[in-house]
């Protein structure tokens, strides 16, 4: 079983609609929790982290559950702008508290 | 504020050349530094990080080797490319190992 586990998508999704993916992680002392974003041919940038309490900004919001192991992302009135690699990532404590990454989920916005 | 540069942005070698890629970070002070390499549509591959000066650990063993002979310098070199090689290399930085990593726009290698 893979650490940090994502569906590659791509998930095509007309401009507007709302978009939710889930990543889930293996190791249930993890820490830390984030979202990256990666354009094409570019490096990853944070997107948000992940806190317990789940948090928002702008149209993002970010979940976490602990007892399912995973973490959400909901991106609420797509813009063509958000199409991108989006990375799943969890600080896990077998690993010397190194950050995983996961595969990422490839998302195309379509006008 | 922090920024972190990584030369050259894309490079061409043949296999069997030597290789020196160098990251550097400027607005912070002893920063965790780690080397990544992603190849096509393919997640990050962790393959050196380093908590301080003239230490470094290795996740996967190959033909590469890095160095941090300053507080805010990363080099990823290797005596002999393969073409396995070939990937967009990354650096990034962090505070700690807790928090988020912050990336340098990336070296993209080519082995022919």
């Known amino acids: 079983r893979k650490e940090v586990e994502q569906d590659p998508g791509p998930f095509n999704v007309p401009e507007g609609a709302t978009v939710a993916f889930n990543c889930t992680y293996s190791n249930s002392a993890s820490q830390s929790f984030f979202w990256y974003r990666q354009d094409c041919r570019k490096e990853p940038k944070l997107l948000m982290s992940v806190y317990s309490s789940g948090n928002e900004d702008g149209r993002f919001t970010a979940q976490l559950n602990r007892a399912s192991q995973y973490i959400s992302l909901l991106i609420r009135d797509s813009k063509l702008s958000d199409s991108a690699t989006y990375l799943c990532v969890v600080n896990m404590r077998d690993s010397n508290y190194q950050l995983i990454w996961g595969a990422g989920t490839k998302l195309i916005i379509k006008p | 504020s922090q920024t972190i540069h990584q030369w050259p942005a894309t490079l061409v070698q043949p296999v069997g050349s030597p290789l020196s890629l160098e990251c550097t970070v400027e607005?912070?002070?002893?920063?965790?530094l780690y080397w990544y390499r992603q190849a096509a549509g393919r997640g990050l591959q962790l393959l050196f990080y380093s908590v301080g000066i003239g230490q470094i650990s290795s996740e996967v063993p190959q033909n590469l080797s890095a160095s941090r002979p300053q507080d805010r310098q990363f080099i990823l070199s290797s005596k002999k490319l393969l073409l396995s090689d070939s990937g967009f290399y990354l650096c990034?930085?962090?505070?700690?190992?807790?928090?988020?990593?912050?990336f340098g726009p990336g070296t993209r290698l080519t082995v022919l």
């Open positions: 607005g912070t002070s002893n920063p965790n």
């Open positions: 990034a930085w962090t505070i700690d190992s807790y928090n988020e990593q912050f």
